[in-house]
Every structure is written in structure tokens, then in C-alpha cells.
């Protein structure tokens, strides 16, 4: 990314989130009492005062494992908060504040690897249906699963090492993104111009290998990077199909990477099916990465899902092929609450996916 732009997208955040601050707080001094009564409220849904167009959410993360290689854990794996301020009908602010590990314990003793940092934070323009811009730290839109990463969203506890493993799950810079009509169905499209050599927010390390249990330390944070992603919606939305494009500098190790993916998704009543998989080609010597998975969810009785997993990742750190098997059951007792229990193996897994079992209570707030 030339230096203009560089400058241009690091004076806009500057600019606009200090601009947007001052204009909450004009906002919130010209309001009456009446402005803070909340809406009833509803687990899952957040705290939402309407007077002030303001909404505080959240997740919080029990999880259990029981891994080859590891101790026996039991910990708040994370706990995050939300919130979302409307400054008129076109401006948003929005904000995510994550504790990772908060209280971590082991069958020997507690292990004290707790973090506070800033996972989003970033502020909208919606223009229109069809443009919607946005200044900050965001999630990365490659794939399906990371743009839906919060655990009471997810299938299962662990995470395919294709949606993680070989680019960045954050960006901070600016994106444009929304939905355009096309041959009677929906388009939806983000591109986005990453810069977090000089507009980093915050201090989180994007662990390539998010796994339960892994023994590798990779960090994929980037420096740079330009791309986006597309979604075709199809009958009737029960099935879509989207495809991904990065061109990237990673901070460690420092070389340059070109990324395609694809994805799907597609629902019936007795099944959904849902995939993604990822080519990854760098400047260097090293090996070039590759994967995916297939998911199957199978709706068991109301609430109760049973989820099949089938993944196959070629690695260049470690240099390996990796294959991965995870059964889970999902189950959604009342609204906002998910527990899982997924047991997983595979081949030569135990680095980046170790045998074990693995369990979650998920409260979404």
C-alpha cells in the first residue's frame, strides 16, 4: 500500500472516531432522563436503550478439554462485550472488548495466561443498501466461519485449521461491503485495505493454530494487505456460495502472501451442509499451504443437532499434512444458551489438533 493512502486511511480513523466521539457525547447531553429507559430485556438480544440508540451485548465462554498432550482444563476461554451506538440513521459505532482466559484452571493448579485487548472497534456510514462504509478494526472477510466467529454462533467447539491457520482473523484499516441485486438473487460483497503496521488498535495476536491442546505458537498478525470476498445467495438463500481473495504481508514471519478461497453453504430441512477451503502461495521457499473441510449438521430433535466434521490441511509450519475428525452434539436449551460436547481425532494431529474430547457452555447476553 503506497504512503498517501497509508496516511489517507490513518488520519480518517483518527479523524472519525474522535468526530463520532464528540458527537455520542453531544448527543447523550442533549437527551432527557427518559433517554436511558431500556426495552425489555431478552437473553441473546443485549441491553438496548432506544432514547439513546444504544446497545450493550455480549458472550461469555465456559469450556472443558481433555487432550492428548495436555492437563485436564476448565476455564472462561473468553469473555467479550458489545457495544453498538447509532448517531443518527446513518452512523454506527461499534465496539468489542475481549477478556481471553480471564480464569483458566488446570488438573495441576491454576495457569495464568489471562488478556484484555480490543477485538473490534470500528464505525459504519451506511450510504445505502448497497455501500456500506467502514474505518477501524474488523473482522477479516475470508470465509464464512470468521466473519461468525463467537462461540455461541458456532457448531462446534474447536475451529477448522483452514479458517485460521494461514492469514489473519483481523484488520484494521477500511472496508466497503453491502448487497447488490443480480439475476433475480443477492450479492453480497466486502473489499477491504488492511494497514496494521501504522493503525494497529490494540495488542492481540492472531494465533494461526486456535485449537484446543496445540503445542504451535504462530502468530498471523498483518502488516498489510488488500482483498475481499463475495457471497451469491441462491434458492432462496438455501444455498450460497462465496469465494475470497488476499494479497498479504504478515509481521512474523515478514514475506508476502497471495490467498484464494472458496465457500458454501446449503440447507435443507433433515441437513445442512457447509464447507470452506483455502490456497495459500507466498514469495519465499516455503511450502505453499492448502485445506478445507466438510461439515454435515443434522437436526437429532427440536433443539439438538448432531454435527460431523471432516478436515484435511497441508501446513508449511509444521511442515505436514493433517487430517481431522470431530463428531459434536449441539444443543440449544433456551435462547441465548448452547452446550456442546465434540470428541475429535485424526492423523498426524497431534501438534495443531490433538485426540480428545472437548465441551462448551456458550451464554450469548
Known amino acids: 500500500m503506497n504512503r498517501p493512502i497509508r496516511c489517507l486511511l490513518r488520519q ?12 455520542a457525547g453531544a448527543q447523550a447531553a442533549d437527551t432527557g432522563d427518559n433517554s436511558w429507559q431500556p426495552t425489555p430485556y431478552t437473553l441473546g438480544q443485549g441491553l438496548y436503550f432506544p432514547g439513546q440508540g444504544l446497545r450493550i451485548g455480549g458472550y461469555a465462554d465456559f469450556n472443558f478439554y481433555n487432550v492428548q498432550g495436555t492437563n485436564t482444563k476448565y476455564n472462561v476461554r473468553e469473555l467479550s462485550l458489545f457495544i453498538t451506538k447509532d448517531l443518527g440513521t446513518r452512523w454506527q459505532l461499534f465496539a468489542e472488548i475481549e477478556a481471553s482466559n480471564p480464569v483458566n484452571t488446570s488438573s495441576h493448579g491454576d495457569d495464568d495466561d489471562s488478556e484484555l485487548d480490543i477485538e473490534r472497534l470500528y464505525a459504519d456510514y451506511h450510504a445505502n443498501q448497497a455501500i456500506t462504509f467502514r474505518l477501524g478494526k474488523f473482522l477479516t472477510p475470508v470465509g464464512e466461519w470468521n466473519l461468525v466467529h463467537a462461540d455461541p454462533l458456532t457448531w462446534t467447539v474447536s475451529r477448522p485449521l483452514s479458517t485460521s ?10 472496508m466497503m461491503f453491502g448487497t447488490l441485486p443480480m439475476q433475480g438473487n443477492d450479492l453480497d460483497y466486502w473489499v477491504f485495505a488492511d494497514d496494521s503496521k501504522n493503525l ?13 491442546g496445540t503445542n504451535q505458537a504462530l502468530h498471523n498478525n498483518f502488516r498489510q494487505a488488500f482483498g475481499g470476498r463475495v457471497l ?8 450460497n456460495i462465496g469465494a475470497s481473495a488476499v494479497n498479504y504481508e504478515l509481521e512474523s514471519p515478514r514475506q508476502k502472501y497471495l490467498l484464494s478461497g472458496i465457500d458454501f453453504s446449503w440447507t435443507s430441512r433433515y441437513l445442512s451442509l457447509t464447507g470452506e477451503g483455502i490456497y495459500r502461495s507466498s514469495t519465499s521457499k516455503n511450502p505453499d499451504e492448502r485445506g478445507g473441510f466438510v461439515q454435515a449438521e443434522v437436526p437429532l430433535w427440536q433443539r439438538l443437532y448432531l454435527i460431523e466434521r471432516y478436515e484435511r490441511y497441508r501446513s508449511s509450519r509444521p511442515a ?13 436449551p433456551i435462547q441465548g444458551v448452547v452446550l456442546k460436547l465434540e470428541y475429535r481425532d485424526g ?3 497431534q501438534a495443531l489438533a490433538p ?3 472437548l465441551a462448551s457452555i456458550a451464554v450469548l447476553f
Open 165 to 174: 491457520a494461514a492469514f489473519a482473523r483481523h484488520a484494521t484499516g477500511a
Open 320 to 332: 505436514q499434512t493433517t487430517t481431522v475428525h470431530a463428531t459434536a452434539i449441539n444443543y440449544k
Open 347 to 349: 492423523l498426524h494431529n
Open 200 to 212: 494497529n488498535i490494540g495488542h492481540d495476536e492472531d494465533n494461526a493454530f486456535t485449537n484446543y
Open 355 to 357: 485426540t480428545g474430547w
Open 232 to 239: 451469491y445467495h441462491l434458492l432462496g438463500d438455501s444455498l
Open 12 to 23: 480518517g480513523l483518527a479523524a472519525t472516531l474522535l468526530w463520532l466521539g464528540h458527537a
